[in-house]
T-cell receptor, first 114, second 112 residues
C-alpha cells in the first residue's frame, strides 16, 4: 500500500507569489490534515478535511487555505507569500475522521520563500 | 494556552543503552498521546500511542509512560541502536478533534 504522497518535494517562490501544494492520502483514507513545520515553531496544525469538508482549522491567517476532492486528495494554497512562510509542509491522512486514529505523514513539501 | 513541551532538546546515548525522552503537556483535557519519530528528510513516523485511561503501554523495544497527575509523558527505548537516531516528538489530542498539538522535539543521537 502506497503511503501519503506529497508533491512537489521542494519549491522555491518569491514574496508575494502564491503556491499550491498537493497531497494524495493512503488509499481508503478519507481524512487529511496539514501541518507546518519550522525550526522555531515546530509542528503546527493548519487544517483538517474529511469528505471534502474542513472540520478543524488552526491559528493561521486567511492566506492559508485548503480543499479536498471527492477522491480524498487534498491541496493547500498559500497566497501572498511572506518570508516567514518558509517551512516544511506536511500532510497526514487517517482512515476515518474519528477518535484515536493514527495519522500517517508524508515526507512533506519544503517551501522556501525568497 | 495549549502546548506540549519537551524537557531536553537533545539527548546523546551510547549504542546499547536505554534512552528516556520526556515530555510535559499542559492541557488536562487531552486524552490521547502519541510519540512520533522523524528522521532527516522524512515526515513523522508513528511509534506508539497511549490513552489517558492507561499509565503504561509497551511496544517493540519502546515503552510509553503517562503520569496524569503531573501531566508528564515519557518514551523509553530499550537497547538503543544507531537507527534510532532521530528527532522524537510527543503529541496530544483532545477527544473529538483530529488536531494534534506537538511538542518541540528531542533530538536523539546514538553513538556507536
Amino acid at each position: 500500500k502506497a503511503g501519503v504522497t506529497q508533491t512537489p518535494r521542494y519549491l522555491i517562490k518569491t514574496r508575494g507569489q502564491q503556491v499550491t501544494l498537493s497531497c494524495s492520502p493512503i488509499s481508503g483514507h478519507r481524512s487529511v490534515s496539514w501541518y507546518q513545520q519550522t525550526p522555531g515553531q515546530g509542528l503546527q496544525f493548519l487544517f483538517e478535511y474529511f469528505s471534502e469538508t474542513q472540520r478543524n482549522k488552526g491559528n493561521f491567517p486567511g492566506r492559508f487555505s485548503g480543499r479536498q476532492f471527492s477522491n480524498s486528495r487534498s491541496e493547500m494554497n498559500v497566497s501572498t507569500l511572506e518570508l516567514g512562510d518558509s517551512a516544511l509542509y506536511l500532510c497526514a491522512s487517517s482512515s476515518v475522521a474519528g477518535l484515536r486514529e493514527k495519522l500517517f505523514f508524508g515526507s512533506g513539501t519544503q517551501l522556501s520563500v525568497l | 494556552g495549549e502546548s506540549v513541551g519537551l524537557h531536553l532538546p537533545t539527548l546523546s546515548v551510547q549504542e546499547g543503552d536505554n534512552s528516556i525522552i520526556n515530555c510535559a503537556y499542559s492541557n488536562s483535557a487531552s486524552d490521547y498521546f502519541i510519540w512520533y519519530k522523524q528522521e532527516s528528510g522524512k515526515g513523522p513516523q508513528f511509534i506508539i500511542d497511549i490513552r489517558s485511561n492507561m499509565d503504561k503501554r509497551q511496544g517493540q523495544r519502546v515503552t510509553v509512560l503517562l503520569n496524569k497527575t503531573v501531566k508528564h509523558l515519557s518514551l523509553q527505548i530499550a537497547a538503543t541502536q544507531p537507527g534510532d537516531s532521530a528527532v522524537y516528538f510527543c503529541a496530544e489530542q483532545q477527544g473529538g478533534s483530529e488536531k494534534l498539538v506537538f511538542g518541540k522535539g528531542t533530538k536523539l543521537t546514538v553513538n556507536p
